[in-house]
Each structure stands twice: as C-alpha cells, then as structure tokens.
C-alpha cells in the first residue's frame, strides 16, 4: 500500500492536508508562448525560491505528514533551472 491517498481505505482530511501541491519552479521557459498561464519568459525571475528556500518549501509539505501531498514540480520549464537535480 503506498501513501498517495488514492487507495481505497486512506482517508485524508482535506481541512488538515491537501491531496496535490504545485511549485512553480520558475517562469523562464525558451519557448514563451503568448498563452502562458505562467506568463513565461526567457530568462529566471529574480524573485524566484532560491535552492534553499525551495528546500525549505518542501520540508513544509513534509509537515503535512502521512499521506503526504503529491508534489508537482511545475513552471516555466523546470529543467531551466540550474539547481533542478539539488531540488528534485
Ligand atoms: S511553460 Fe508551456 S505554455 Fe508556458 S511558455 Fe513554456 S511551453 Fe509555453
């Protein structure tokens, strides 16, 4: 049995713990289409979570404790960050 919350029998209580979580990881994005929801640019914002605030970030959602939230690792293009490997 895993601890995703979507097997039969896990009860979650959706007013202490939520089922999905997003971190937008970054707005750049090469590809920068007009109908970006993320509103992506070319390059990283400067306002975005460094490597250890991201850390931190994600010792919160652990905070939710079992089941744990899924995490989605979202943008932008993830993969534009330089720290992605430390992150993920
Ligand atoms: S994140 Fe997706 S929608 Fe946004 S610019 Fe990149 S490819 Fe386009």
């Not at 970054?26 to 605030?53: F, K, N």
């Amino acid at each position: 049995m895993n601890n995703r919350g979507f097997d039969k029998g896990i009860k979650r209580d959706f007013s202490r713990s939520p089922l999905l979580t997003f971190w937008e990881v970054t707005r750049a994005c090469d590809l920068v289409c007009v109908h970006c929801r993320a509103e992506a640019q070319p390059d990283r914002d400067p306002g975005e979570l460094t490597t250890q605030e991201g850390i931190e970030l994600i010792d919160s959602i652990l905070g939710f404790g079992d089941p744990l939230p899924i995490l989605v690792l979202t943008g932008g293009d993830p993969l534009k960050r330089e720290d992605r490997k430390s992150v993920v």
